[in-house]
């Protein structure tokens, strides 16, 4: 009888050891499970950050491509004006000095049909009588 009491006391007992030792094991694979979980919230977390942070410096990158190009475009259109520019004023200088060449030509021309010995020549020409 005692021997069966104790058989069942130790029956007990290890039933009690199996229900602590279950219960330590499921808690421990909840706190793994809820551990893994927060791993992978955290890993995704770090990922969105890296490919936000991958975005922005794209889009920085563009931007400042951008921002270059029409620098560059700025700079050009602006170097093209100043040359149209050049080349208008040179173009009227050249008609001025043109146009102040073609008077001094006239006035010498005119002078020269004044001049006294070009009239009395004429004159003797008109005046001689062909033979």
Same mark, same amino acid.
């Given at each position: 009888?005692?021997?069966?009491?104790?058989?069942?006391? @130790?029956?007990?007992?290890?039933?009690?050891?199996?229900?602590?030792? %279950?219960?330590?094991?499921? $808690?421990?694979?909840?706190?793994?499970?809820?551990?893994?979980?927060?791993?992978?919230? @955290?890993?995704?977390?770090?990922? *969105?950050?890296?490919?936000?942070?991958?975005?922005?410096?794209?889009? =920085?990158?563009?931007?400042? $491509?951008?921002?270059?190009? +029409? #620098?560059?475009?700025? /700079? /050009?259109?602006?170097?093209?004006?100043?040359? $149209? $520019? &050049?080349? #208008?004023?040179?173009?009227? =200088?050249?008609?001025?000095?043109? =146009?102040?060449? #073609?008077?001094? &030509? &006239? +006035? %010498? =021309?005119?002078?020269?049909? *004044?001049?006294?010995?070009?009239?009395?020549?004429?004159?003797?020409?008109?005046?001689?009588?062909?033979?």
């Amino acid at each position: 009888l005692k021997a069966a009491a104790s058989g069942g006391s @130790e029956q007990a007992g290890n039933k009690l050891k199996d229900a602590v030792l %279950a219960k330590l094991a499921k $808690e421990e694979e909840e706190a793994a499970q809820k551990k893994a979980e927060e791993e992978a919230v @955290e890993k995704k977390k770090a990922e *969105d950050e890296a490919a936000a942070k991958k975005k922005a410096e794209e889009e =920085a990158k563009k931007k400042a $491509e951008e921002e270059a190009a +029409a #620098k560059v475009k700025a /700079e /050009e259109e602006a170097a093209k004006a100043k040359a $149209e $520019e &050049e080349a #208008k004023k040179k173009k009227e =200088a050249d008609d001025a000095a043109a =146009a102040a060449k #073609k008077k001094t &030509e &006239e +006035a %010498a =021309a005119n002078k020269a049909d *004044d001049s006294p010995g070009k009239k009395s020549s004429l004159a003797a020409l008109l005046t001689t009588k062909p033979d």
